[in-house]
């Protein structure tokens, strides 16, 4: 009776798991120029300047980027430097050349200082040096971000504390350990120590 009660409860909280990640898998919300999609493991917030150029947060788990998606050809694993603008911070990121999917992204750290220049409701631009020894310079609209970005990362919080109490009891057994078997073997005679 027990066992069936509480396979009940385990099987009632996997069917809630499930209903609530498929209520947030897939879902696109719009916060002004920024997007944030959200499908389960895999979350994004971005915005677009045009068809072949974007910038956003990508999160996979827990773990969060910033990338810029261009049109330029950079081989992956190359770093480049950048400078970044807003009306909030200007500084030099680092960058790194990924290709994800056919697709080649420029990964910007440190991801604080990219978090900070989104919180005003303005716009951010990218300045980044070429082999030519020109500048590719792209603006972005961070009318939306704050609340976007927001989101995302109040989703990926979520998932770690869904996570955290599901662990304990579903996905890790209960550890049983077998009593040993008492020793019916007759006893073979030892010697005595004789002081």
Known sequence: MKRAIRLNYIFGLIALVALHNLAIAGDKISYQNWWVELSGRNNEAYTIADPK???????????????????????????????????????????????????????????????????SDDSIGFAVALQSGAFAVTRFSLEGAKPAISRLLTEVANSKRRDEKLTPQLLIPPVVTPKPAPNLAPKSPSKELSI
Do not use: R, W
């Not at 697709?103 to 750290?109: A, C, G, R, S």
């Open 53 to 119: 150029t974007s910038f956003g947060v990508f999160c996979s788990g827990e773990q969060c980027l910033f990338y810029l998606h261009q049109g330029l050809n950079c081989t992956p694993g190359s770093k480049y430097s950048v400078l970044m603008n807003s009306s909030l911070v200007s500084t030099a990121l680092g960058m790194e050349c990924t290709n994800i999917g056919g697709n080649t992204f420029q990964i910007l750290t440190p991801f604080d200082a990219v978090l900070n220049a989104t919180q």
